[in-house]
């Protein structure tokens, strides 16, 4: 059975960082797609980084680009996202999600975490 484990969440001041872990078990995909997703009160989940295995190319939404960074330590089966300058308009849950496959598209996901609350305070 596939587990994603989030971790790291919290309460944090904008402009400072933290780093989410995502613990992975049990997915023995060749070929995957493994990112960040975050869901903000009454908004849509969104993508926010993706690694893809097939290129190791990773992606990053927008909004993110130059202050996140997706990482993993493949011995310790844990995806990590850094996150630095943090903004008020960053707070949401952040999930955790991979399938087997190119590209990290929220509605092919195969395996979801359960998500870790990240507020960031004005």
């Known amino acids: 059975e596939v587990q994603l484990v989030e971790s790291g969440g919290g309460l944090v001041q904008a402009g400072k960082s933290l780093r989410l872990s995502c613990a992975a078990s049990?997915?023995?995909?060749?070929?995957?797609?493994i990112g960040w997703f975050r869901q903000a009160p009454g908004k849509e989940r969104e993508g926010v980084s993706c690694f893809n295995s097939r290129n190791r190319r990773t992606i990053y939404a927008d909004s993110v680009k130059g202050r996140f960074i997706i990482s993993s330590d493949n011995a310790k089966n844990t995806v990590y996202l850094q996150m630095n300058s943090l903004k008020p308009e960053d707070t949401a849950v952040y999930y955790c999600?991979?399938?087997?496959?190119?590209?990290?598209?929220?509605?092919?996901?195969?395996?979801w975490g359960k998500g870790t609350l990240v507020t960031v305070s004005s």
């Open positions: 999600a991979v399938r087997a496959g190119y590209g990290c598209l929220r509605y092919a996901m195969d395996y």
């Open positions: 049990g997915f023995t995909f060749d070929d995957y797609a």
